[in-house]
């Protein structure tokens, strides 16, 4: 029975108080308000800073290890992408997530590259040899440059068990292709406007409407029939929209009548 995880794309959102937070909560109170709401959590501030194991621990101790975690790499592995170094930084990566590990609550790695990777010798070398780093973990890649969505790479990710994350944006809409047991969807808005502009708060401000949520219902209970674990992350985290559309999307699935997948949410 395929396993169903929804959250956000991160968490330490100030701007999400009396919308989401309670208005008088404590920052250092957010973690674990957010997993009394959810089930699972994309943290993406391991993107911006190498984390360690003691961030790690407190994570759990913070959620009372109710909720697992999808972690985003550290932008060292995939934007800088420095062969020099990229075996260091994956085990002092990999180190970091061993609380996790060790808990059962790592639901994968997840590797955003930009569209600056392209599909080329040396990047394909790289990613390659970076994934080796990595073959004792879960991992999911999501490709910025669309030139990756070859068969060729998705035949080499199933080889290797590496999962394809599925994404919407104004320029990608989602290809709901799967290479692993994990089905992996971003969402991070249709904001075409400001997708090449502005800050991550004016790119990311967008709401779906439940128009466009029910049109990934059907598809995500073909992914629930068919892979092991389906995780769902909001990235439109502007104005609290994240959460918004995460909630709502969990009551469509829980009003399918659909017996193939398993829904433990709070």
Known sequence: MAELYIGTSGYDYPEWKSTFYPQNIKRADFLSYYAGQFN????????????????MKNMINRTNGKIKFSIKAF????????????????????????????????????????????????????????????????VVIEMRNAKWQKKQVFSELRQRQTGWCITDT?????????TSEIAYIRFHGRNAQNWYKGDNITRYDYLYSDDELQSFISPIILLLQNTKIVQLFFNNHA???????????????????DSSFHIELP
Request: net charge neutral.
């Open 170 to 178: 104004p320029k990608q809409k989602p290809d709901y292709i799967t």
């Open 239 to 257: 104005k609290s929209q994240a959460v918004i559309n995460a909630k709502k999307i969990e009551m469509l699935l829980k009003s399918c009548k």
């Open 75 to 138: 932008n060292g592995l995939t934007h800088t992408a420095d062969k020099s170094q990229y075996q260091s930084l994956s085990n002092e990566f990999k180190k970091a997530l061993e609380p996790l590990q060790n808990d059962n609550l790592l639901l994968c790695v997840l590797l955003q590259f930009p569209e600056s990777f392209h599909y080329e010798k040396d990047q394909r070398i790289y990613l390659d040899l970076l994934l080796k780093e990595f073959n004792d973990m879960p």
């Open 40 to 55: 699972s959590l994309e943290l993406n501030g391991t993107y911006y800073k190498m984390p360690t194991c003691e961030q």
